[in-house]
């Protein structure tokens, strides 16, 4: 079992930056891909971003790819998301997820986190 917990979420105006935390606790991930989905109220779960338990690959989704870096800190036991250039549209609940094999779905992940507001204000 392993238990994700993200920080880091709340309210920015457009154009600002929010550093998105995930804290693991119970096992170490460090044999799982860990990756960041995102949900708006009456829109489907959107694939954000994906990195390899080495970090040695990183995936974005192609809008984002711009904006947004993930990274991870196996010592440490967590996963950040770096979010830059905000957009009204980003607004969403933003959940870390770990996963032995992770697509664009997110059906195949093995935990979620509890998911972090974000609010980009226009």
């Known amino acids: 079992q392993v238990q994700l917990l993200e920080s880091g979420g709340g309210l920015v105006q457009a154009g600002g930056s929010l550093r998105l935390s995930c804290a693991a606790s119970?096992?170490?991930?460090?044999?799982?891909?860990m990756g960041w989905f995102r949900q708006a109220p009456g829109k489907e779960r959107e694939f954000v971003a994906r990195?390899?338990?080495?970090?040695?690959?990183?995936f974005y989704a192609d809008s984002l790819e711009a904006r947004f870096s993930i990274s991870r800190d196996n010592a440490k036991n967590m996963a950040y998301l770096q979010m830059n250039g905000l957009k009204p549209e980003d607004t969403a609940v933003y959940y870390c997820?770990?996963?032995?094999?992770?697509?664009?779905?997110?059906?195949?992940?093995?935990?979620w986190g509890q998911g972090t507001q974000v609010t980009v204000s226009s």
């Open positions: 997820a770990a996963a032995r094999n992770m697509g664009t779905t997110g059906d195949s992940v093995d935990y």
């Open positions: 119970g096992r170490t991930i460090s044999p799982y891909i």
């Open positions: 990195i390899t338990t080495r970090s040695l690959y990183t």
